[in-house]
């Protein structure tokens, strides 16, 4: 069944509806039929479009000079492009946060946390672990990416930002996208609409404010930084879900619409960590100048979809300022676990402490009508053991 037809059966349900109903229900009724008929037409009217790989400027909501002087450590070219666009910038140094959030969550248990890669200055550009050919490089240039691309697209399609809209060039649905929409009521009516997320749009940006012509050189390290920043938006970009919406009178569900969805960045986390502890080891062919292949290889190339790196890991297990890692001294470690938190693994053989702290937690909460919740303050004691 053709969206036109589909629509046409809508309106015709809303049509009977509308002789039995009353004068309130009469101007309910015609706005739904035509916020249908519009096929919520500003996704249509999208004000931004990426053409020919450059953005069309327009005029900037946020004021530029105050925008792009909240964030000093920006590179030139970052900057130039923050006062072109300083919405889109503050929704992608917003992404940023949110992917060295997930960095820390992912590498919770690991001696390497993420921790370095929390800054006072809300972006983690110039971190030096950032400069070097670790798999721990690797990750977090990814999900770097890939935080930027999941804020921006949610922004688009939220109508958050001036410079974007929703995504409105997604093509017919696949058929497995229609096997998923369809597999719990297969003969239920739905049409490809709503506002789909602009991932297309976050992935240019990206592009564009993390991959600096610095990073787009021809040396091994730029040309990894650059692969794992793809392999980030590909994470995204590749893994949209399909969301619907139900319309009909009284909850029902006559009719729903469908649209693409970034995942949520806990998702692509997850694949990334993956895709870390099976990343590639790259090297330059010496056989083909200037070309990336895996290690002991002169001519497979690393899918791009995967994790590259060139340099081994140091252990984590010291603290070292010149790349900002705190070590492992202090930290809570698991004598039970099987996990990477075991005190064996996190402590580095050097042992550790049972230490008696004292928490702090809200208890014996209770809401009030209305509307607020009221806890009290509970404290507890407990042995906890430390790396020495």
């Not at 929390?118 to 977090?140: C, Q, V, Y």
């Not at 730029?222 to 794992?228: G, K, L, P, Q």
């Not at 080891?281 to 070309?291: A, I, L």
């Amino acid at each position: 069944m053709t969206e036109n037809t589909l629509r046409a059966f809508v309106l015709k349900q809303l049509l009977r509806s509308l002789l039995s109903t009353g004068a309130l229900h009469l101007v309910l009724v015609t706005l739904f039929a035509l916020s249908l008929i519009c096929d919520v037409s500003y996704c249509k009217k999208s004000r931004r479009r990426w053409k020919s790989g450059r953005l069309d400027v327009l005029t900037p909501v946020i004021a530029a000079n105050t925008a792009c002087a909240t964030f000093p450590e920006l590179s030139r070219p970052q900057t130039q492009l923050c006062e072109k666009f300083p919405d889109v910038t503050h929704s992608a140094i917003d992404g940023v946060q949110m992917a060295i959030t997930e960095c820390q969550y992912q590498f919770q248990k690991h001696r390497w946390n993420c921790s370095s890669l929390d800054t006072k200055s809300r972006t983690s550009f110039n971190n030096p672990i950032l400069m070097k050919g670790f798999r721990e490089t690797a990750f977090a240039n990814a999900i770097s990416s890939a935080g930027v691309v999941y804020h921006v697209a949610r922004s688009c399609s939220l109508g958050n930002l001036l410079s974007c809209s929703c995504q409105t060039d997604m093509g017919k649905p696949r058929k497995k996208e229609v096997r998923q929409i369809t597999q719990d009521s297969p003969n239920q009516q739905w049409i490809w609409a709503g506002c789909h997320d602009n991932a297309a749009f976050a992935s240019a940006f990206a592009r564009e404010f993390l991959d600096s012509k610095k990073s787009r050189a021809s040396d091994l390290q730029s040309n990894v930084n650059t692969h794992n920043k793809k392999a980030g938006r590909l994470a995204v970009s590749k893994s949209m879900e399909i969301k619907c919406k139900c319309h009909g009178m009284s909850g029902s569900c006559e009719l729903k619409t469908c649209w693409r969805a970034v995942p949520v960045l806990h998702t692509v986390g997850e694949q990334l960590r993956d895709r870390y502890q099976y990343a590639t080891r790259v090297q330059y062919s010496n056989k083909h100048p200037g070309r990336m292949v895996t290690m002991y290889s002169d001519r497979e190339k690393p899918p791009r979809r995967n994790l590259v790196y060139y340099d081994a890991s140091p252990n984590y297990c010291d603290a070292d300022e010149h790349l900002h890692v705190v070590g492992t001294a202090e930290r809570v470690c698991n004598k039970s676990s099987t996990d990477m938190d075991w005190c064996g693994t996190l402590c580095c053989g050097r042992g550790y402490n049972t230490v008696l702290v004292t928490k702090t937690d809200r208890c014996n909460c209770r809401f009030h009508w209305c509307c607020y919740v009221v806890c009290e303050t509970c404290t507890r004691k407990e042995w906890v053991t430390v790396c020495k």
